[in-house]
């Protein structure tokens, strides 16, 4: 079509035609096409915080974990493990609570005995929260139990709610006996090395075929 240039148009005003409809099919092209334009943002400064809640509250002295150690030594070794491989990513703060929030060094943490007589989840959460925290924040929590201080289960949410709102994610772990299961007792283990699954429901089986051989 650009070679067969009509008569009566001159070489260059022909010339002018086909640049602008070439301008013109490229500009449709690139809108069709939708091009985007890349732009890294470099990241904030600084590093993301890590605040580590361990509950000191009475309960926590109870000696019932499955190695013998109470649970409050079990909670005591996560800051530490956590401040020896987070350290270079994570700006790590440590801190105990029961009715009010202390900071502490994750190494001092064996010297304390838990004493607390309240289990403040609610203070702990939002005490840990900063609101301006650009590079980020999260909060593990590590406790036996459940928040008992005032204001109850609506003031823990509220808590929550303010974590969400600077978009910090909330971890837990907890320490109980057999993590949150009642104690083993013998004849519970007697009882479950003869009737597993499989037994049961042979057992129920023909429990249901007796029965319906009575009627």
Known sequence: YAWRRPRGITRTRWTVILVLMATS?????????NPTWNERIPPPQGKPRLAI???????MSSAD???????????AEIPKACAAKLSDRFEIHTATFSKSVLPTNPDELDRKTPTGLV?????????????????G?????????????????PQVLAAVALARAVDAPIFTKTFAVNEGLMPEHPSFRRFFGVFNLERGLIAAGAAIVLGLSLL
């Open 65 to 75: 974990m499955p190695d013998g150690r109470s649970r409050y030594q079990a909670a």
């Open 137 to 153: 924040q999260a909060v593990l929590l590590l406790s036996d139990g459940n928040h008992n201080a005032g204001g109850g289960t």
């Open 53 to 59: 809640l361990v509950d000191d509250s009475a309960s």
């Open 25 to 33: 099919v490229g500009l449709l092209l690139g809108i069709l096409l």
């Open 119 to 135: 289990t403040d989840m609610a203070n702990a959460i939002a005490s840990s929260i900063e609101p301006n925290r650009p590079a």
